[in-house]
């Protein structure tokens, strides 16, 4: 297969730019290891119930992704979810304050973002391909992909997060994967927990400085007719715990969360009828916030790399990356 761009990836920021550039005429190839799209933009079907186990919203600040996420309700991918969400600090739960910024959500899931983004790409995409190397033959890129196959592009973007790019471009770009070594992504475990349904008094609580739990979703709240009779939480650890439990069982993963949460909510939590786990190995960018933009580099070939860490993270954050990678490789296809 030869293609003029390769992406590898297919989260957000990975299929924005590949509309972008396949929008600005150019040969495009994205490159996909597992079977969905949409990166931590991830829903899953937890008896035939969508559960939002990755990114649980969005907001929209730039002007740009504000005109995008009209686009999104307009056609009916995304809806507004709530405009405040409570906050557990100093041992206690406050009821919200900011309500000037909406956040979005799907009502099939969050999985839509990446459909959406995607859908239209047709026949550039290709699912389950896992790239396993990189190489430089007469001045291209040479991808071999775990099942033998080769792609030959000229320019190059990998979106993956930094540690997973950094050691595909250990041996070929070591520039690259050098300057890779100042970015860090924290792990997160996370917990749904299925309930009879019960009310609930909030839409999500976050708790940014808890050193067990940071995030409480009330997932059932973006789609209470698609969990008819349950109520669904989604239970996010902090980084700290994630890294010290990260090889924990599930049963004790699960036990340790719902205890904290029954702790911030003063609610009985401990006793779910179903749980599951996700383990994120990489889901926050450890730099915060401050966005670097993409790396953008010309030898040993084009090549740029980029995701929402490069963005300040968040959904907004995978967008733009998208955007501002597809900006540097026409620049440097010119």
């Not at 309700?73 to 009821?95: D, I, K, N, P």
């Not at 976050?206 to 007719?225: F, N």
């Not at 349950?230 to 090889?247: K, Q």
Request: hydrophobic fraction near 45%; proline fraction near 6%.
């Amino acid at each position: 297969m030869d293609t003029e761009i390769l992406i590898v990836g297919a989260g957000l920021c990975g299929l924005h730019a590949a509309a972008r550039l396949q929008a600005a005429g150019r040969s495009v190839l994205v490159l996909e290891k597992s079977r969905g799209l949409g990166g931590r933009a991830a829903t899953r079907r937890w008896n035939n119930m969508p559960v939002d186990h990755g990114a649980q919203f969005f907001t929209a600040k730039s002007p740009e992704f504000v005109a995008q996420v009209a686009r999104w309700m307009e056609a009916g991918v995304c809806h507004e979810w709530t405009r405040g969400l409570h906050r557990f600090s100093s041992g206690q739960l406050h009821a919200p304050e900011d309500f000037a910024h909406p956040r979005f959500a799907c009502r099939a899931g969050m999985a839509s973002l990446g459909r959406a983004l995607g859908g239209p790409l047709g026949d550039i995409m290709r699912r389950e391909s896992k790239v396993s190397r990189f190489a430089v033959v007469d001045g291209q890129w040479q991808a071999t992909l775990e099942d033998g196959r080769l792609v030959r592009s000229r320019s190059l973007l990998l979106t993956p997060p930094p540690a997973q790019s950094r050691a595909l471009l250990a041996e070929t770009a070591p520039m690259a994967a050098q300057e890779l070594d100042r970015h860090h992504s924290w792990p997160c475990l996370a917990v749904a927990a299925c309930f009879s349904r019960r009310e609930i008094p909030w839409q999500g609580i976050q708790a940014p400085d808890d050193k067990v739990l940071t995030w409480i979703g009330h997932d059932t709240s973006k789609r209470p007719e698609l969990h008819a009779g349950h109520t669904i939480l989604m239970l996010h650890a902090a980084p700290s715990f994630s890294i010290t439990n990260a090889d924990a069982p599930e049963g004790e993963i699960a036990a340790a969360l719902l205890r904290r949460a029954s702790e911030m909510t003063s609610l009985d939590l401990c006793s779910p009828l179903e749980i599951f786990l996700q383990r994120w190995r990489y889901a926050l960018p450890a730099s915060g916030e401050t966005p670097s933009g993409p790396i953008a580099q010309t030898f040993p070939a084009p090549l740029a790399i980029a995701g929402d860490w490069s963005h300040g993270g968040r959904i907004e954050g995978a967008w733009m990356a998208g955007r501002d990678a597809a900006e540097q490789l026409l620049v440097m296809l010119r």
